[in-house]
């Protein structure tokens, strides 16, 4: 994965009113999970980030390892889960994930689908049903996005995660869930009707 750097703040004023007045000065309450616990749950770090630090990160098709500043100690992490208004979509919360060495984090990795299917050439319609598929491994293990070799793909027929394999990472997507599949169109019924008819023509 691409590494990118962001800049934090420690916030000690919790609760709705602080994190209000964070965003009107054009910051964003943020946590950090690492792998502290309190009465077995996870305790976060509270800290804020500019608005401007976070939008490379999140806006962007991109995965990456966060390399987190904040109070002066650096940490590893990974995005965990984003939270954006309702109504005007404006980044309202993130939350990060502390990664290490040792153990394997599980995250959603870009499709790219490489290749001009066969059912494409023969008039039918790529559809891609999901962007992202969720894979195990250690964080220094995970690539930036998954290549299928889609070029076989026939009209009608479809990909399912279970007949992928990526070797280093242990894919945790249902394996019955389609990736893609190649949809009939008009053109590609035309064309199959029009050839089935030359098929059938009596020789002169």
């Known amino acids: 994965m691409k590494e990118i750097n962001v800049a934090g703040q420690k916030r000690t004023d919790l609760g709705k009113k602080a994190s209000k007045m964070l965003r009107k000065e054009g910051m ?5 999970y690492g792998h502290a616990t309190e009465n077995g749950k996870p305790v976060a770090l509270a800290f804020a980030c500019k608005m401007s630090e976070l939008r490379k990160l999140v806006y962007t098709p991109h ?3 966060i390399n987190l500043q904040i109070g002066g100690q650096d940490h590893t992490a990974i995005l965990k889960e984003l939270q954006f208004h309702p109504v005007t979509d404006a980044l309202l919360h ?15 990795i870009p499709v790219k689908l ?5 059912g494409v050439r023969d008039g039918g319609r790529m559809n891609l049903s999901i962007r992202k598929i969720n894979v195990t491994a250690p964080y220094q293990n995970i690539p930036e996005h998954l290549d299928i070799d889609v070029t ?6 479809s990909i399912k995660v279970g007949e992928l394999n990526f070797e280093g990472l242990e894919i945790a997507t249902p394996k019955d869930v389609v990736v893609c599949s190649i949809k009939m169109t008009r053109a590609a019924v035309s064309a199959a009707a029009a050839a089935e008819e030359t098929e059938n023509e009596p020789e002169a």
């Open 28 to 32: 964003v309450p943020c946590n950090l």
């Open 63 to 65: 995965i990456y390892v």
């Open 94 to 108: 993130v939350d990060f994930l502390e990664v290490n060495d040792q153990k394997p984090i599980t995250i959603g």
């Open 114 to 118: 490489n290749g001009l299917a066969q």
């Open 152 to 157: 076989a793909l026939q009209l009608g027929k």
